[in-house]
């Protein structure tokens, strides 16, 4: 959640390769504000969608999207209740009560509540707590014209954690600093936070005319407040004094505080016609129009503990606070951005037999920027008109199995992601062409044993052809970087016995920066294991009880995405985490 300095925004994940950060979803629509999705107590499931997907999902969309659907009110009585509690002072508990409020008119309400308090085992006074409640209700369940209303609130209070010292002498593999203690806190206690506050409100309508004709539509407006003063201490080499368990202060530990707000409204509309016999030839067409607002300030204050006062600092022995005088504190960055993005789109299946079925897809964006640099006085503009599609292929060799090809494109203005992760815009950034990319993949999927067991399988290839980089001074950015991902994916799931449950997944990537400046050309994407695997198992015993084990793997994988070079910190073009089995 947190980048350089504990400048990163918000969650931070990758998609066969490429980042994902801004594709996340909630009920079909894309959440882009800046935050950590901390606790699931409101979600019913999450879907994720692999591939370029942009004629779906607008701008990005790169290698895919994650959409979480939200719960909501069932024409049916329940009261669910959970306490849980376990080591390093965990306590958990959570509501899920539905009531029926009137089951001729189909109106029923739903309240979700949480409250979560806990600490990092083996990490001294690391803590994570947070409360939220998630209050909906439903008019017209049952009818042709559905209306659900709903609001989430979540407060977060937490200590941020960078972990321990890395050894700045190995840029090779992320390896402790020897003599650093697993438990000790190399932030500062009484400076460093992690706070935010969630406000979400949700209105979704759903009409049928008729068994061919629907009208979807959702609008939402989210509100997020988030404060944070992250101390991020990496020793470099030049600090370390290893015979005297030492290491240079004047570089960090450093309390710098930071102030984030954003603010989304979005509304979609979907008119969907279906013609045709389902037993026979029949075509489904979607029609859709989205419309999103996401405002953004943010600003960074400068450090208000002066360098000469932190001195040499014990790697053994850290004290993890700092009580010695302060400086006054002045933003040092502020800005504000304001993203708009008008979309239509189609998307039509054609089912021509039992055998074969065709899919198309378009969609196209006109992306409007505004960002304010509050501390230089700069003010800069730009519009962008996004244009992505997509076509595929099934084949159903019989009712157990499918084969299916797709091409698909996504564009997305480079300055998508530098504002949304660090709210911030280099050199030249604002006025570059929107990058490019495009997806092959070919899959399979069957339903075996009388549909006891579910098997896919997938290979792919995404290229971006025109990826941001920076000219070869590093002092402006231009977009003629090239990057690839190619992978395998494979998943099983399926009931062994009535009571025993599996499933496992495989994925190999194989990933490489073809070209650019500020990258580490031939070398494989940042964060990105070659191998990966995971396994979960539950058993489901008498009375009601359920147990579940898994394990998962993952393979070496770079930390960043610098070129080689001579840093004070170490080369970081080579550095890498080891593969671990958990």
């Given at each position: 959640a947190a980048g350089e300095g504990g400048g990163g925004l918000g969650d931070n994940l990758s998609m066969r390769g490429f980042q994902s950060r801004n594709n996340i979803y909630v009920d079909g629509i894309r959440d882009a504000t800046q935050m950590v999705r901390s606790d699931d107590f409101n979600l019913d499931h999450i879907e994720v969608i692999r591939g370029s997907d942009a004629s779906y999902s607008g701008a990005g969309a790169v290698a895919g999207v994650i959409n979480m659907s939200s719960k909501r009110p069932a024409l049916t009585n329940f009261n669910h209740v959970s306490l849980g509690g376990g080591t390093a002072a965990n306590r958990r508990a959570t509501i899920d009560v539905n009531r029926v409020l009137s089951q001729k008119h189909g109106i029923a309400a739903r309240l979700n509540a949480m409250g979560n308090f806990n600490n990092i085992a083996g990490r001294a006074t690391v803590f994570n707590h947070r409360w939220g409640f998630a209050p909906s209700i439903?008019?017209?369940l049952g009818t042709p014209t559905r209306v659900n209303?709903?609001?989430?609130?979540?407060?977060?209070?937490?200590?941020?954690?960078f972990g321990i010292l890395r050894d700045p002498r190995n840029d090779v593999r992320v390896r402790a600093l020897p003599g650093s203690r697993?438990?000790?806190?190399?932030?500062?206690?009484?400076?460093?936070?992690?706070?935010?506050?969630?406000?979400?409100?949700?209105?979704?309508?759903?009409?049928?005319?008729?068994?061919?004709?629907?009208?979807?539509n959702i609008s939402r407006f989210s509100d997020v407040n988030r404060r944070t003063?992250?101390?991020?201490?990496?020793?470099?080499?030049?600090?370390?004094?290893?015979?005297?368990?030492?290491?240079?202060?004047?570089?960090?530990?450093?309390?710098?505080?930071?102030?984030?707000?954003?603010?989304?409204?979005?509304?979609?509309?979907?008119?969907?016609?279906?013609?045709?016999?389902k037993t026979g030839p029949h075509n489904t067409l979607d029609i859709g129009l989205?419309?999103?607002?996401?405002?953004?300030?943010?600003?960074?204050?400068?450090?208000?503990i002066p360098a000469s006062e932190l001195g040499q600092l014990s790697i053994s022995h850290p004290e993890g606070r700092y009580d010695g005088p302060v400086m006054a504190s002045y933003p040092i960055r502020n800005t504000r951005s304001q993203q708009v993005d008008k979309g239509v789109y189609l998307i039509d299946t054609l089912v021509i037999d039992s055998h074969w079925q065709l899919t198309g897809a378009a969609r196209y964006d006109s992306w409007d920027l505004q960002y304010e640099d509050l501390v230089a006085g700069s003010r800069q503009t730009k519009t962008d008109g996004l244009f992505s599609w997509k076509l595929g292929a099934t084949w159903k060799p019989s009712r157990a199995g499918a084969v299916y090809l797709s091409y698909s494109t996504a564009r997305q203005p480079p300055s998508f992601d530098a504002i949304a992760s660090y709210g911030l815009l280099g050199r030249g950034q604002l006025s570059l062409a929107p990058e490019t990319a495009e997806t092959w993949e070919l899959g399979s999927k069957w339903e075996l044993f009388q549909q006891r067991l579910a098997l896919t399988a997938a290979v792919y290839q995404t290229a971006m052809t025109n990826a941001m980089t920076t000219d070869a001074f590093g002092n402006s950015f231009n977009t003629s970087g090239h990057q690839r991902a190619r992978g395998l994916e494979l998943t099983a799931a399926g009931r062994i016995t009535d009571f025993w449950q599996i499933m496992a997944t495989y994925a190999y990537i194989d990933s490489k920066y073809q070209s650019g400046n500020d990258v580490p050309v031939g070398r494989a994407l940042f964060n990105t294991p070659r191998n990966s695997a995971t396994v979960w198992n539950t058993w489901t015993l008498p009375g009601n009880w359920t147990i579940g084990y898994g394990a998962q793997y993952v393979s070496t994988r770079f930390v960043s995405s610098r070129p080689a070079g001579n840093l004070l910190d170490g080369d970081l073009s080579r550095l890498a985490l080891s593969g671990h089995f958990v």
């Open positions: 439903t008019f017209g209303l709903s609001y989430l609130y979540e407060k977060d209070h937490n200590l941020p954690d697993w438990n000790g806190y190399y932030g500062l206690r009484n400076f460093d936070r992690d706070d935010a506050r969630i406000n979400t409100v949700t209105l979704k309508i759903d009409h049928d005319f008729n068994s061919q004709l629907q009208l979807r003063g992250a101390t991020a201490t990496t020793p470099r080499l030049i600090d370390l004094d290893l015979a005297a368990g030492t290491y240079d202060g004047s570089f960090g530990p450093s309390a710098f505080r930071r102030a984030y707000s954003t603010q989304q409204v979005e509304n979609q509309t979907d008119l969907i016609w279906s013609h045709g016999d989205d419309f999103s607002r996401l405002k953004y300030a943010g600003a960074q204050f400068s450090n208000i």
